[in-house]
Nanobody
C-alpha cells in the first residue's frame, strides 16, 4: 500500500501564495520511480487535474488554469512532492489531493493512489 499525506493548505487572500507538501510512504513503494501529481475538487465540481511531475523532476505538466502561477517540484531524498501556488484566485478554492499518477494515450491523467486532501480557500 501507498500512503500519501498532504499538508500546507489553509486560507489565503487573492493574489497571495500557499505551498502544499505531500509525503509518500509504503513498504514497497519506490517514490523516485513514480510520476506524482496534484488534483483538486472545488465545491460542486468534479475532481480535476492540476499538475504532475515525472520521476526525475525534469518534466512538469500543468492545467491551463494554473500554468504560470503554480509550480510543482519534488525531493526524491525526502519522498515528498510540493505545489507552490502563487497569485491565488478565488476560483482556486478547492480540496487539493496528492496522487501517484499516470497518463494514457488520450492525454488524461489518472490517480492510482490518493492522499486524504487538504483544503485551500482563497478569499477575494
Amino acid at each position: 500500500q501507498v500512503q500519501l499525506v498532504e499538508s500546507g493548505g489553509g486560507l489565503a487572500q487573492a493574489g497571495g501564495s500557499l505551498s502544499l507538501s505531500c509525503a509518500a510512504s509504503g513498504r514497497t513503494f519506490v517514490f523516485s520511480s513514480r510520476t506524482m501529481g496534484w488534483f483538486r475538487r472545488a465545491p460542486g465540481e468534479e475532481r480535476e487535474f492540476v499538475s504532475a511531475i515525472d520521476w526525475s523532476g525534469n518534466s512538469k505538466y500543468y492545467a491551463r488554469s494554473v500554468k504560470g502561477r503554480f509550480a510543482i517540484s519534488r525531493d526524491n531524498s525526502k519522498n515528498t512532492v510540493y505545489l507552490q501556488m502563487n497569485n491565488l484566485k478565488p476560483e482556486d478554492t478547492a480540496v487539493y489531493y496528492c496522487a501517484v499518477v499516470r497518463t494514457e494515450l488520450g492525454g488524461d491523467w489518472y490517480g492510482d493512489y490518493w492522499g486524504q486532501g487538504t483544503q485551500v480557500t482563497v478569499s477575494s
